[in-house]
């Protein structure tokens, strides 16, 4: 009953602690994700619901596939379209830069922002990605440390609050401080490794950098921005109607979009148990606890549970202890006789157990026999049969030096035949 009692309270406990849990608000989550089915604040869900009434009649087609695969698939559009790709990094295998390559030089048109490119992309284009520190260091050189402040400390007190992009164009520039960013952004841009940059500069950032940039490719062309971010869900919603986004889309030809999915969301029809987890911290952080917890149950509590195993000692071969006991008893009570005529009995039942012998009369033919077999000199063969003879004959007043000697003699048989 007391423990009943107890699983109650314990039971009470924890359902308490699961209703807090679900009920209490949840922080709001910064990761990065840039899904369009999420409205967190840097997914991009609002910008791609939005995208049917920024492009009126063009079809806007999520996709989840490597882009070679969606060129050697034949699932792109037979007439011209626009490929859309905003993710944290661009990641491509070498084959699928060409047949993006090729798909602009086609005449179509290709939209990339990400933070960083693949290498043959840059190398193509003859550029490279630069990166501004978020730490005003200048300010930092002229400020003293305190004492007990470390390092990362010190400099924190001296990062930048936000940084700014804004556009080229007359049109969608925005005064002198441009579009203001927060939350760690817009850090990257480009740096032109040719001395002509053979692209025309739509957008830069506050140190006049370049981070968005149109390139005429073939027939079509490739727009390259470096700061995703603007067209998340935050930054949509928090510069409204004339935000960033909208008018760096509206250079846009009006065509089917294609929006890649993939780089977040992996391949059409993949639901990965983890690849669910990985996307909520609180799922994430539960998963690695799992993983830690079977960890240590496996230390502490993976031997094996048993009783002590009792040490038994092998059973002990008391036969030549019996021997010797019954040897100590004839001898003493001085019945030499009798213990004499037991070793040749013993001596006899051996012969027939190991080289068939008879042993019914020790005369001639039998000494011939034991010598055949045994390979022992005929001489100590004689002298020992000789003695049993002549123990048997003193078998009434059989002396203890007698006995000795014939138990000498029958050991030293069994030493030589052995």
């Not at 692209?199 to 006049?208: F, R, T, Y």
């Not at 002396?399 to 035949?417: G, P, T, W």
Request: net charge negative; charged share 25%; proline share 4%.
């Amino acid at each position: 009953m007391k423990n009943k009692k107890y699983l109650l309270i314990l039971g009470t406990i924890v359902i308490l602690f699961v209703l807090v849990e679900y009920f209490r608000p949840r922080p709001i989550d910064w990761t990065r994700t840039f899904r369009n089915d999420q409205k967190i604040p840097f997914a991009t869900e609002a910008v791609y619901d939005l995208l049917p009434g920024l492009f009126p009649g063009q079809e806007v087609t999520s996709v989840r596939l490597p882009f070679y695969n969606l060129a050697d698939d034949g699932k792109l559009p037979e007439q011209t379209s626009t490929y859309l790709f905003i993710s944290e990094s661009c990641e491509m295998a070498e084959e699928d830069v060409e047949e993006l390559l090729a798909y602009v030089h086609d005449g179509n048109t290709a939209f990339l922002s990400a933070n960083s490119f693949p290498q043959l992309l840059t190398d193509t284009l003859h550029l490279k990605i630069g990166t501004n520190s978020l730490i005003d260091f200048n300010r930092a050189y002229q400020s003293e440390k305190n004492e007990d402040e470390d390092q990362d400390a010190y400099y924190n007190r001296f990062r930048f609050d936000s940084m700014q992009v804004n556009l080229t164009d007359p049109r969608f520039r925005v005064g002198r401080k441009g579009y203001v960013l927060e939350k760690e952004t817009a850090e990257n841009h480009f740096v032109t490794t040719d001395s002509t940059l053979k692209a025309s500069v739509l957008g830069v950032n506050q140190h006049g950098q370049y981070n968005f940039l149109r390139f005429r490719f073939g027939k079509g062309e490739l727009f390259l921005q470096s700061a995703p971010e603007v067209f998340s869900n935050y930054y949509l919603l928090k510069q409204g109607e004339g935000n960033y986004a909208f008018k760096a889309l509206s250079y846009l030809p009006a065509q089917p979009i294609l929006w890649d999915e993939y780089a977040e969301q992996g391949r059409e029809g993949e639901r990965s148990i983890l690849r669910f987890l990985f996307t909520s911290p609180s799922l994430t952080w539960a998963y690695y606890l799992t993983l830690a917890t079977l960890l240590l149950f496996v230390i502490f509590e993976g031997k094996r549970r048993q009783r002590v195993i009792p040490v038994l000692e092998p059973v002990t071969n008391s036969s030549l202890e019996f021997v010797e006991t019954v040897g100590q008893l004839y001898y003493n009570q001085a019945d030499h006789a009798n213990l004499a005529e037991k070793k040749i009995q013993h001596w006899l039942t051996y012969l027939r157990q190991r080289f068939g012998m008879k042993t019914t009369e020790l005369d001639e033919e039998f000494r011939e026999t034991l010598v055949l077999k045994t390979g022992i000199d005929r001489k100590d063969v004689d002298n020992l049969v000789a003695r049993i003879h002549q123990v048997r004959y003193f078998s009434g007043n059989l002396a203890e030096n007698q006995l000795v000697d014939l138990s000498n003699q029958i050991e030293s048989f069994y030493r030589k035949v052995q």
